[in-house]
Nanobody, 122 residues
Framework: QVQLVESGGGLVQAGGSLRLSCAAS????????MGWFRQAPGKEREFVAS????????SYADSVKGRFTLSGDYAKNMVYLQMDSLKSEDTAAYFC???????????????WGQGTQVTVSS
């Protein structure tokens, strides 16, 4: 059973920085992508950033471009989200997501982490 474990959330003042980490554990035949989504109270979950190893691309939501940096370690099945110049509107629960195959003959699977809270005080 593949699980995602997130860490690094917390409380920070506006303008500050936080670094989130996400590790995928369990049997993975091929890891296609990992990334982050976030959900603020009363709002829908939204895309933040992702890295796609199958086509070697990294994508960001417009709202975080230039402030957040996503990096990944394919060998360790990990991604890191460096969040700088944080704003109060970045306050949300952040969820890690992974898309992967557990065998060469089965379909792609999708898994979510339990979420980590990021709170930015103004």
């Amino acid at each position: 059973q593949v699980q995602l474990v997130e860490s690094g959330g917390g409380l920070v003042q506006a303008g500050g920085s936080l670094r989130l980490s996400c590790a995928a554990s369990g049997h993975i035949f091929r890891l296609d992508s990992m990334g982050w989504f976030r959900q603020a109270p009363g709002k829908e979950r939204e895309f933040v950033a992702s890295i796609n190893w199958s086509n070697d691309t990294t994508s960001y939501a417009d709202s975080v471009k230039g402030r957040f940096t996503l990096s990944g370690d394919y060998a360790k099945n990990m991604v890191y989200l460096q969040m700088d110049s944080l704003k109060s509107e970045d306050t949300a629960a952040y969820f890690c997501n992974a898309q992967f195959f557990i065998t060469p003959n089965t379909g792609q699977l999708d898994r979510w982490g339990q979420g980590t809270q990021v709170t930015v005080s103004s």
